[in-house]
């Protein structure tokens, strides 16, 4: 059975759990009737994308023969309708239902042997067909990230067309269109780098960028980001801070500013940058600073204690690291330590309540008069008595003397 909801709430889940408890399994299988249903309602929609999914076996009662079945799926194409076949069951007809896409060429087929995993089929599918390709419009795009590809290169031509797509974790987002749309982005694992233009500079969706004075420039520069350097020691800075009172933020960047790096490393001879941290009276910790740009490393470390700390910054060349720079940091104790004062007024009225007095430095102490009847805390200059302390140490003597066996009563 097919339906169709009214244009107020379509698509909404009330609607389509409704509509979908009208479907029951009986009766015969036919499988072009409702197609071609679908293909009436569907064909005059203005929408930019439409799209069937068949789930079937292909096995028809109805009398249903190939060129039928080849005569729709055109049908289909000319209207603009993709369809996936999602084909289940012990025995499936595959020639029907492969010919019903035509092949492959206006949708897709996928072979569900397990029922349990039809969902799963069904998310894929409809995921890969949801407006993957935007196009046929003047499309702003916008610079997230300037520094090192895009420098010097503001504003963009806009695009006529580009793969929709998403951003992949850890990816870093360079240029975008005006919904937000990855156009062109980087990802780095380890050393190794990766670009990604999700626009064709051979169709027609760049056809102002062809024409575009500093296109040169930016396959320059993202070259040179690509490309594998070797370590200079010169020319860099170094930047650190300290992130909510426990993390420290270690920015190793160029001195100069420019795209060239200053700090270089390559993917040969497993050449990288660390970050040697050291507490005193602490065991050392060694961690690896991330390359995020040409040049460019970062590091947060994890949560830090307070204290002072040293850092030594290490780069490996093959497998002897060496120490090209050291910087002290210091994570402060939280601010309501350092705000923290004693609270006078109530160590007064404890001290006053228990019949005392309260001072607050030693001066207060030696001025109390002696009968005031306050324990009085006073430093002296008297000297040792090495006449009792003698004394102490013969009668300690004579006692161990006397537990030795010599002077023990015999029966």
């Keep these: 059975q097919s339906f169709k909801p009214s244009r107020d709430n379509i698509g909404t889940p ?17 499988i072009l ?14 929408t ?29 194409k000319q209207a603009g309708i993709t369809i996936s076949i999602l084909a289940t069951g012990a025995y499936v007809n595959e020639s029907f239902l492969k010919t019903l896409c035509l092949n492959g060429k206006n949708g897709r087929y996928h072979r569900v042997s397990d029922l349990n995993r039809l969902s799963d089929f069904l ?6 067909y949801k407006e ?14 300037a520094e090192d590809i895009l420098k010097n290169l503001e504003p963009l031509p806009d695009l006529q067309g580009y793969q929709r797509t998403s951003l992949k974790d850890r990816a870093r987002l360079l240029v975008a269109a005006d919904n937000n749309d990855p156009v062109l982005a980087s990802w780095q694992y380890g050393l190794g780098k990766v670009l990604v233009f999700t626009s064709s500079l051979d169709y027609p969706w760049t ?7 500093d296109l040169t420039q930016l396959w320059q520069q993202s070259l040179r980001w690509l490309m594998p350097v070797e370590i200079n020691r010169k020319n860099f800075k170094i930047n650190t801070s300290v992130l909510n009172n426990q993390n420290i933020k270690l920015s190793v960047y160029p001195a100069n500013g420019g795209v060239q790096p200053a700090v270089k490393l390559s993917s040969e001879n497993n050449h990288r940058l660390q970050a040697e941290i050291k507490m005193a009276g602490e065991k050392k910790m060694v961690l690896e600073i991330p390359q995020i740009s040409t040049g460019r490393y970062e590091l947060i470390t994890p949560a ?6 040293f850092i030594s910054i290490l780069a490996t060349e093959g497998t002897e690291p060496k120490t090209i720079a050291r910087l002290p940091v210091v994570i402060p104790y939280s601010a309501e330590w350092q705000t923290f004062k004693p609270n006078w007024p109530l160590l007064k ?16 102490i030696k001025t109390i008069p002696p009968d005031s009847g306050t324990t009085r805390v006073v430093q002296t200059g008297r000297k040792i008595d090495w006449l009792f302390i003698m004394l102490a140490l013969f009668f300690v003597c004579c006692d161990l003397l006397l537990q030795t066996p010599l002077f023990r009563y015999k029966e």
Aim: proline content about 6%.
């Design 33 to 46: 009737p409702p197609i071609n249903q679908s293909l009436a309602h569907l064909k005059d929609e203005k």
């Design 304 to 309: 830090l204690p307070e204290g002072s700390y």
């Design 349 to 364: 009225n404890l001290a006053t309540g228990t019949g005392g007095q309260m001072v607050q430095s030693l001066d207060q």
């Design 48 to 76: 930019e994308r439409k799209h069937i999914v068949l789930i079937s076996d292909g096995e028809s009662t109805g009398g249903e023969i190939l060129d039928n079945f080849k005569e729709t799926g055109e049908n289909l």
């Design 132 to 145: 993957l390709i935007r196009e046929n419009q003047d499309i702003k795009i916008n610079i997230i990230q």
């Design 123 to 128: 998310q894929q599918d409809l995921a890969f």
């Design 14 to 30: 009330a609607v389509l759990n409704e509509e979908l408890k009208k479907v029951l399994p009986s009766g015969p299988t036919v």
């Design 207 to 213: 056809e102002k960028w062809r024409h575009w004075p």
